[in-house]
């Protein structure tokens, strides 16, 4: 199942501070590993480590989500649960 992400313009507890990351380190990076042939043999904790210690595919998941927001609009979304 599906986590969803409220974005908010406010980041002001812990909860939420753990909240962002779990997203990131389940439904974000199975977004990404289905995008990058380099993340998808990965399981979730290497594909994590990789987008975050490697700068290219790091940029890569940002362009990613800039050009293709469509890919995550089902996990991040805003306060009244729309796409974010």
Known sequence: ??????????????????????????????????????????DRPAAYEAVMNEPFTLHQAFDTLNHKPELFAAVLVDDQGEPA
Not at 21 to 27: A, G, K, S, W
């Open 1 to 42: 199942m599906a986590h969803s992400l409220a974005v908010t313009t406010e980041v002001s507890s812990p909860d939420t501070l753990e909240k962002i990351e779990n997203i990131l380190r389940t439904d974000v990076i199975d977004v990404l590993r289905g995008c990058f042939d380099s993340l998808a043999s990965l």
